[in-house]
């Protein structure tokens, strides 16, 4: 049941620097063999999946996740966000300490992993909060949430705004060998805005959150890794003085890193104003679709189209797509957040933020990176497995021998239309429902064990 015989697929493992079509075994849960090997080394009575024409890599990782359990599970809950990611092609995810209670103590953190191995068909990894009740007053025990097994702390959805605290949680995260993740917001400078500071929001009367709110803390916590030594990584990345901040400060070989979400290399701040605003002036349109006719009509102030950090500037998009590009940015991740339908059918000002992604996020970063050719496939893989297994220490994202058999199949010229029939995500707040998209997994296996198969392309498995 923990074994099976992958054969003539594209094995792409960045890790081991591979590329090339051969079959992979994989015995009780363990990568057994790779290359001719494989199928000489196979029990006879393992079971065969064809997989010619389709890449095989490393299963994917992604590391910012909203699983809104516990105190939050109308929205999602482990197995249902647990079953998007498999959908999605993902075997691993980090779950953010969001919840309700806050995942700021060593309880919570034992309770998502029972609750995970209970109810969740991929693996949870979960990351325990910086400050007590994510309030940004005082620092939660760090030391007894790294002996619960918090992969990273972070106060994602909220940013520590006090720099001497933040100083000290560095200082702490350090000691006990814990990357920090950040969720970069100047609370001072954002105010309550809801969408991009620019001309978007004041032709359409909506508060701006400038790009300075996003720098400003990216340069703080640049400045703090510097002093204290310790490794920073910056979430969610939106605007260009980020990246530029970010690459100049690796330059000086500095403990940092940073992740960018497919919303914000593929759609831009006029998508706030319709999709008629939204053709009409990104003048470089969407890399990866085809004609405007093709994609669905929305309209101005649809609440699909709101997430925190916003939706920037044709020119910040950009700046993303260089980052990912020249390597300043080495994770993609989705920042999956479900909201009820409820939450989000309310005025733009009052929905939430945050949009689902582990369903789409494959897809759109093939679109918009490897099929633009601005990376291979093996580096777009890399910032799925490697980069975030590294960042975390997670003993993931290869396909070495005796590795854990975590693999996704996908074909990335597969053309599919997102259909919210489909979701295995207990919400819908996605804008990209009805879009066609190019590029999708077709086989998620977790431990040895097929998870997830997209039957149309494999329906003879
Ligand atoms: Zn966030």
């Known amino acids: ?80 966000g647990t079953a998007a990611a498999a959908r999605g092609g993902f075997t691993s995810i980090v779950c953010m300490p969001n919840t309700t209670p806050t995942i700021d103590n060593a309880g919570t953190v034992a309770l998502i992993h029972e609750r995970a191995a209970q109810h969740g068909i991929v693996n949870v990894f979960v990351a325990g909060a910086i400050s007590r009740n994510i309030a940004g007053e005082e620092l939660a025990s760090i030391g007894s949430l790294k002996r619960a097994g918090v992969v990273a702390i972070t106060d994602d959805g909220h940013c520590v705004q006090n720099n001497e605290l933040m100083r000290r949680a560095l200082e702490y995260a350090k000691m006990f060998d814990l990357p920090v993740m950040d969720h970069c917001q100047d609370y001072s400078l954002v105010t309550s805005g809801v969408m991009h500071e620019g001309y978007w929001s004041t032709a359409l009367g909506l508060q701006g959150w400038p790009a300075a709110g996003e720098e400003m803390i990216v340069a703080r916590n640049l400045l703090l890794a510097e002093l204290t030594g310790a490794q920073v990584h910056c979430q969610h990345l939106s605007a260009a003085g980020s990246v530029a901040l970010l690459r100049e400060a690796k330059k000086r070989g500095l403990p940092v890193s940073g992740e960018a979400c497919p919303h914000h290399f593929t759609l831009t701040d006029s998508a706030v104003a319709g999709s008629d605003k939204f053709w009409n002036t990104d003048g470089k349109g969407i890399f990866g679709f085809g004609e405007r006719a093709e994609l669905p009509a929305w309209p101005a102030y649809d609440t699909s189209f709101k997430m925190n950090p916003p939706l920037r500037s044709v020119h910040d998009r950009e700046a993303i797509l260089e980052g990912l590009t020249d390597g300043t940015i080495e994770v993609l991740c989705s920042d999956h957040a479900p909201h009820c339908v409820f939450e989000k059918e309310v005025e733009f000002d009052y929905a939430p933020f945050g949009i689902t992604g582990l369903e789409t996020e494959l897809a759109l970063s093939l679109m918009q990176l490897h099929h633009t050719g601005r990376l291979g496939l093996s580096e777009l893989i890399a910032k799925f497995t490697l980069a975030p297994a590294r960042l975390l220490r997670l003993a993931k994202g290869t396909l070495s021998i005796g590795a854990d058999a975590d693999l996704t199949v996908f074909d990335p010229d597969q053309e599919w239309v997102f259909d919210k029939g489909l979701t295995a995500s207990k919400s819908f707040n996605n804008p990209f429902y009805g879009w066609p998209l190019k590029g999708r997994a077709v086989a998620t296996i977790v431990g040895g064990k097929k998870i997830w198969i997209e039957q149309s392309e494999l329906a003879a498995v």
Not at 5 to 12: A, E, K, P, S
Not at 54 to 77: A, F, S, Y
């Open 1 to 80: 049941m923990n074994s099976l015989l992958l054969t003539g697929g594209r094995v792409i493992d960045p890790a081991n620097r591979l590329d090339s079509s051969t079959d992979v075994l994989l015995l009780d849960g363990k990568v057994a063999a790779i290359g001719a090997e494989a199928a000489t080394q196979a029990p006879p009575e393992v079971e065969r999946m064809d997989v010619g024409g389709l890449v095989v890599c490393p299963g994917l990782i992604d590391l910012h996740v909203h699983l809104r359990e516990p105190g939050q599970t109308q929205k999602e809950t482990i197995a249902t």
